[in-house]
Nanobody, 122 residues
């Protein structure tokens, strides 16, 4: 079992930055690849980024690469650094855990956080 708690969301102006954190509790955090997804009102939950169990490999949604950076530490936390934010980045951001790296669809992720709201004003 893994419990995930996101934090760091908020209101920011276009062009600004935010860093989201996802704190994991439970056993075997290092056994899980981690990912961030986001969901805007009325839309599906979309893949943002994922990081391997060791942290040595990452993968991003094409439109976000270069602005977003995913990382993880050895204290059970995964981060999402978001730069040059745009109004279209407004969404609830979720972290999720999976035994397999490079799973880009949300349906098979067993563990999810509650989400953190990111709002980017123009």
């Amino acid at each position: 079992q893994v419990q995930l708690v996101e934090s760091g969301g908020g209101l920011v102006q276009a062009g600004g930055s935010l860093r989201l954190s996802c704190a994991a509790s439970g056993r075997d955090f290092s056994s899980y690849a981690m990912a961030w997804f986001r969901q805007a009102p009325g839309k599906e939950r979309d893949f943002v980024a994922t990081i391997s169990r060791s942290g040595s490999s990452t993968y991003y949604a094409g439109s976000l690469k270069g602005r977003f950076t995913i990382s993880r530490d050895n204290k059970n936390t995964v981060y999402l650094q978001m730069n040059l934010l745009k109004p279209e980045d407004t969404a609830v951001y979720y972290c999720a855990a999976h035994r397999t790296f490079m799973v880009l669809t949300p349906h098979t992720y067993a563990y999810w956080g509650q989400g953190t709201q990111v709002t980017v004003s123009s």
